[in-house]
C-alpha cells in the first residue's frame, strides 16, 4: 500500500505518525481495540467487495458493480437521518474516499481514528493505482528501441513517484566486467486529480515536455515536445564531444585508429538526429530449461572497432544462440550474432598446441567441414559425431550427455571427440590472435564448435564463419573469431530486471524472429 500511495503522489504523513504514536500512549489498551475495529471494518469492506485481489482482477467495471451491489446492502445499515460521515457504514466510506484526489487522503486521515482504519483499505489504493497506471501500465518490462543499426536496450519501471524508462548502456570498452550505465530518457509523473505528465530527460537542461503514444500491441513511441533543450551552447561540437566522453569515456585526441574515429562519428551523427522521438519494441528474457548448459540471459561482449554490445544468450535444443541487442553498421541489431553446435564439443590440447593458430584451426575446421557434409547429405550421419537424430531433433541435453560419455571413453581426442567435461581445463589464446582484454580467464569449463556472423559495412555480403565457442564459468563465455584471428570476451549483465521474462519458449522464439526482421 505503500508504494501505491507513492505512486498517487502521496506518503505517509509524519504528522499521523506523530498523533498515532501520541494517541496509543494516551489510551494504553485502548488501542488495540482500535486495532481489533480496523481489522474488523477491512474485513467487513473486503468481504462485501470480494477483496483487493478480485476487485483489480475484474476489472474495474466489475469492481463499481460489486461497489453498488455492496452501497445497497448497506442501505437497510444506515441511520434514517445520518448526522455525519461517522454515521456511514464502511462500505460506502470506502466508496466516498476512492472518488478523492490521492493527495487529500493524509490529511483525511488525520481527522480521526475511523477513517485512517479505513484508509488502509488496500480497496482503495489498488483501486486509484488502476485508474492511475492504465494508460501506461503495458510499458513496464523491456524494449528495443528502432534506432536502425545501433538497437538498444530500454528497461521501463517504477520509480517512486514516476515511471521512467532507463536506457541500458555498456561499460566503456574493452572494460567489460564494469557494469552497466543508466540514462533516463523519459518519466511519467503522477499529479493530482489524476493528470499524468510525460517528460523528456533527453539533454542536459532537465526534464521538459514530451509524449508518449501506445497504439500498437507490444509497441510505443516516444515524443520530445521541446527539442531545444537538446542543443548545447558550444553548438554540435559541444555535443559530439559531450556524447563522446558519456558513450566511450575518452576524447577524440585519444583515438589514434582513423577507422574507429571514423565509426565513432557515424554513429553519432545517425543517433542524435533521432531527439529522443523513438519507436520501442518489447522483447524479452529467454526462459530457463533444465537442459541449458547454464543460465540463459544478457551479456555484454567485445567487438573490435565498435566497442562493448550486449547479447542475448539463449538455448534452442542442441543450439545456444546469442542475438544481438545492440548493433553496428556491419552486424545490425537483432541478428544472429554466434551460433553453437552443442553435439559437437571441441576437445582442447595442451598448452603448448592452443598457441598454435595452425592447430586450433586444424580442430574447429574439421568440425566445420564435418557440420557441412551433414548439411549437404542430412541422411549420412558423420562418425565420431552425435547422431543426426540428436542433432536436428532438439535432443540438446541427450546430445551434449552422449558426447560427454562418448569423450570419457575416449582416450585419443580428435576433431570430432568430445571435451565437455564440467572439471575447469587450462586455456590460453593462439598467438597472432587479436583480443580487446589482455586480462581473460585462463582455465575453461567447456568448449564447442560454432559460426559466428561478419559481413561488409551496411550489413553486406554477410556470412556464418567458423569459431571456438569457450565457457568459462556460469557468467562468462568467449569466442574465437577464426577468419578474423579475434577474440570476444562476454561477461553476464547482474542487472535485475523486472516484468522481463517470455510467458513461455514458442514467445520467445516468435519474438527473435520479429527481432531479425525489424533489421534484415
Known amino acids: 500500500?505503500?508504494?501505491?500511495?507513492?505512486?498517487?503522489?502521496?506518503?505517509?504523513?509524519?504528522?499521523?505518525?506523530?498523533?498515532?504514536?501520541?494517541?496509543?500512549?494516551?489510551?494504553?489498551?485502548?488501542?488495540?481495540?482500535?486495532?481489533?475495529?480496523?481489522?474488523?471494518?477491512?474485513?467487513?469492506?473486503?468481504?462485501?467487495?470480494?477483496?483487493?485481489?478480485?476487485?483489480?482482477?475484474?476489472?474495474?467495471?466489475?469492481?463499481?458493480?460489486?461497489?453498488?451491489?455492496?452501497?445497497?446492502?448497506?442501505?437497510s445499515t444506515v441511520p434514517p437521518n445520518p448526522q455525519s460521515l461517522l454515521d456511514l457504514?464502511?462500505?460506502?466510506?470506502?466508496?466516498?474516499?476512492?472518488?478523492?484526489?490521492?493527495?487529500?487522503?493524509?490529511?483525511?486521515?488525520?481527522?480521526?481514528?475511523?477513517?485512517?482504519?479505513?484508509?488502509?483499505?488496500?480497496?482503495?489504493?489498488?483501486?486509484?493505482?488502476?485508474e492511475v497506471l492504465h494508460p501506461y501500465r503495458?510499458?513496464?518490462?523491456?524494449?528495443?528501441?528502432?534506432?536502425?543499426?545501433?538497437?538498444?536496450?530500454?528497461?521501463?519501471?517504477?520509480d517512486g513517484l514516476f515511471i521512467i524508462g532507463w536506457m541500458y548502456l555498456p561499460p566503456h570498452d574493452p572494460r567489460v566486467e564494469d557494469p552497466m550505465r543508466r540514462r533516463p530518457l523519459f518519466r511519467i509523473h503522477m499529479w493530482e486529480s489524476n493528470k499524468v505528465a510525460v517528460e523528456c530527460m533527453y539533454g542536459h537542461k532537465g526534464p521538459h515536455k514530451g509524449d508518449i503514444q501506445t497504439g500498437k500491441k507490444d509497441e510505443f513511441?516516444?515524443?520530445?515536445?521541446?527539442?531545444?533543450?537538446?542543443?548545447?551552447?558550444?553548438?554540435?561540437?559541444?555535443e559530439f564531444r559531450t556524447w563522446l566522453e558519456e558513450e566511450w569515456g575518452?576524447?577524440?585526441?585519444?583515438?589514434?585508429?582513423?577507422?574507429?574515429?571514423?565509426?565513432?562519428?557515424?554513429?553519432?551523427?545517425?543517433?542524435?538526429?533521432?531527439?529522443?522521438?523513438?519507436?520501442?519494441?518489447?522483447?524479452?528474457?529467454p526462459p530457463r530449461m533444465p537442459s541449458d548448459l547454464l543460465q540463459p540471459?544478457?551479456?555484454?561482449?567485445?567487438?573490435?572497432?565498435?566497442?562493448?554490445?550486449?547479447?542475448?544468450?539463449?538455448?534452442?535444443?542442441?543450439?545456444?544462440?546469442?542475438?544481438?541487442?545492440?548493433?553496428?553498421?556491419?552486424?545490425?541489431?537483432?541478428?544472429?550474432?554466434l551460433d553453437v553446435d552443442l553435439n559437437r564439443p571441441v576437445c582442447l590440447p595442451d598448452l603448448v598446441h592452443q598457441r598454435s593458430i595452425e592447430e586450433l584451426s586444424r580442430l574447429v575446421l574439421g568440425m566445420h567441414e564435418e557440420a557441412q557434409r551433414e548439411v549437404q547429405n542430412p541422411d549420412v550421419a558423420p562418425q565420431g559425431a552425435a547422431s543426426e537424430g540428436a542433432v536436428a531433433g532438439g535432443a540438446g541435453a541427450a546430445g551434449l550427455e552422449s558426447a560427454m560419455e562418448a569423450q570419457s571413453e575416449s582416450p585419443q581426442p580428435g576433431p570430432s571427440s568430445s571435451s565437455a567435461s564440467s572439471e575447469a581445463q587450462p586455456f590460453v589464446l593462439p598467438l597472432g590472435v587479436m583480443t580487446r582484454n589482455e586480462v581473460y580467464p585462463r582455465t575453461c569449463k567447456m568448449c564447442f564448435y560454432g559460426t559466428g556472423l561478419i559481413a561488409g559495412h551496411g550489413f553486406t555480403s554477410p556470412e556464418r564463419t567458423p569459431g571456438l565457442f569457450v565457457l568459462f564459468d556460469e557468467d562468462h563465455f568467449g569466442f574465437i573469431w577464426l577468419e578474423l584471428k579475434s577474440f570476444s570476451l562476454y561477461s553476464r549483465l547482474t542487472d535485475r530486471l523486472a516484468h522481463a521474462y517470455a510467458p513461455d519458449m514458442e514467445r520467445f522464439e516468435a519474438m527473435l524472429r520479429n527481432m531479425q526482421s525489424w533489421t534484415s
Open 138 to 158: 503495458h510499458i513496464l518490462g523491456l524494449w528495443q528501441p528502432d534506432i536502425g543499426p545501433y538497437g538498444g536496450l530500454l528497461n521501463v519501471v517504477v
Open 297 to 337: 540471459g544478457l551479456f555484454k561482449g567485445t567487438y573490435g572497432s565498435h566497442g562493448l554490445e550486449i547479447v542475448m544468450l539463449s538455448f534452442h535444443g542442441p543450439c545456444a544462440r546469442a542475438t544481438k541487442l545492440t548493433g553496428d553498421p556491419n552486424v545490425p541489431a537483432g541478428q544472429l550474432t
Open 221 to 238: 513511441s516516444t515524443k520530445c515536445n521541446q527539442t531545444d533543450h537538446h542543443r548545447m551552447p558550444g553548438g554540435r561540437q559541444e
Open 89 to 130: 457504514p464502511p462500505e460506502i466510506l470506502v466508496e466516498v474516499f476512492s472518488s478523492l484526489p490521492g493527495t487529500e487522503l493524509p490529511n483525511l486521515a488525520l481527522v480521526c481514528k475511523k477513517f485512517r482504519q479505513i484508509l488502509n483499505t488496500e480497496t482503495i489504493w489498488r483501486r486509484r493505482c488502476t
Open 1 to 75: 500500500m505503500a508504494v501505491c500511495a507513492r505512486l498517487c503522489g502521496v506518503g505517509q504523513s509524519r504528522r499521523c505518525r506523530r498523533r498515532q504514536r501520541h494517541n496509543q500512549q494516551d489510551q494504553g489498551s485502548d488501542s488495540d481495540m482500535d486495532e481489533e475495529e480496523g481489522e474488523r471494518i477491512v474485513g467487513e469492506t473486503q468481504s462485501v467487495t470480494g477483496g483487493p485481489e478480485n476487485s483489480a482482477a475484474a476489472g474495474p467495471s466489475v469492481a463499481h458493480e460489486a461497489a453498488a451491489e455492496a452501497t445497497a446492502d448497506s442501505a
Open 250 to 285: 575518452r576524447t577524440l585526441e585519444d583515438i589514434f585508429h582513423e577507422h574507429m574515429q571514423e565509426l565513432i562519428l557515424m554513429k553519432f551523427i545517425y543517433t542524435s538526429q533521432y531527439d529522443n522521438c523513438l519507436t520501442y519494441r518489447r522483447i524479452y528474457l
